[in-house]
């Protein structure tokens, strides 16, 4: 792969891309994470109960599903490359859209929009990120997506501001998106152009009940991903609310529990890498699996705050890893192009990933917000089964 990239580009070491693929990475999850820190905002002046909002987001998914095929097929065509430089800008023009719109109606259409164009690029960043992984002879997958949550960091940050300054979230998202462009310019001219890259010819010779017995692994992927990113967005959705409403904390500490989730998400990325490398994918994803359903469990069964913090600590831990190992796993496909696998598996995580917070409030609607929060825990074990079963 290093020698592929150097033959067609070379003027782009492994350092270079690197790097830019990092920015990219991280504007992509500060765009996210501008949206997901403004979400009580518009549920308050919309007034949409918690219920109502869960109806709302899912639209979420709905843009990402219809994105699947247009995104699978551009990037055989245009490439990664092109195909992310154009996603994230849309991305970020979205995300004024979310801050722009006047009723429910307009919500979600916007979200549809966001969701289509975050699927674009979650497939195009994660592809030019198996190629920089390709250039090294070690796993580095797990720290780009550690950079995605060190701007989840960023824009909660930026978010609490702005709401302790009563700036509405269109000026907001209109900063968010001025810090965007300037990453994509900085980092475009660093990016690996795949649109003329060889392509995969081992596969041609397969046949198709081969091709299917090999597209097993993909599929298990994609669904260990799914349950573990169904964790994932649920805690950036409902953090602080199950803290607000089940932990009963004042004002001030309500944001903590999203806070511990964070830092050990953040920070388990940048060590799974070297874990994957020493102990094997599958010992990792059960590890993940573990954490991410303990963690659950504490703050389920002992809803105070430290315990639900130690238990919000784990699944940050717990939820950190799976993701970007599944990726990097998914990019090595030998029955399809890196993009195309990629397209597979990250599409059915990402539905994980915005259907969670609609199904939460759902359950709590119905239920207990403690209740959804099992339903959560669940898809830890999940991981741990699967993961288990599996021939990975």
Known sequence: MADTITAIQPSITRKTLRIAVGVLFFMAGLCFSSWASRIATIQQTMGLTDAA??????????????????????????????????????YGICLISLGLAQNTFQLIICLVCFGFSSNAVNISVNTQAVAAEGMYDKPIMASFHGLWSLAGFTG???????????????HHFILVLVILAIGVAAASRYLYDDAGAPKNKGAVSISLREKFRLMVPLLTLGSIAFCSMICEGAMFDWSVVYF?????????????????????????????????????????????????ASGLLVAIIFPYFYTAMAGFLLVGAGVSSVVPMVYSAAGRSKTMSAGVALAAVSTIGFIGFLVGPPVIGFIAGLATLRASFAFIAVMGISVVVLSTRARL
């Open 53 to 90: 909002l869960g109806a709302v987001l899912f639209s979420l998914p709905v843009g990402l599903m219809l994105s699947l095929p247009f995104s699978g097929w551009v990037i055989t065509k245009i490439g990664s490359k092109k195909l992310l430089l154009a996603a994230i800008l849309v």
């Open 156 to 170: 909660a940050g930026i978010g609490t501001v702005m709401i302790a300054n009563r700036i509405d979230p269109f």
């Open 244 to 292: 607000k409403k089940v932990v009963a904390v004042p004002i001030a500490l309500q944001g903590a529990g999203f806070t511990a989730f964070m830092l050990t998400m953040a920070s388990g990325r940048f060590i799974a890498d070297w874990f994957a490398h020493r102990f094997g994918l599958k010992r990792t994803l059960q590890v993940s699996g573990s954490l991410t």
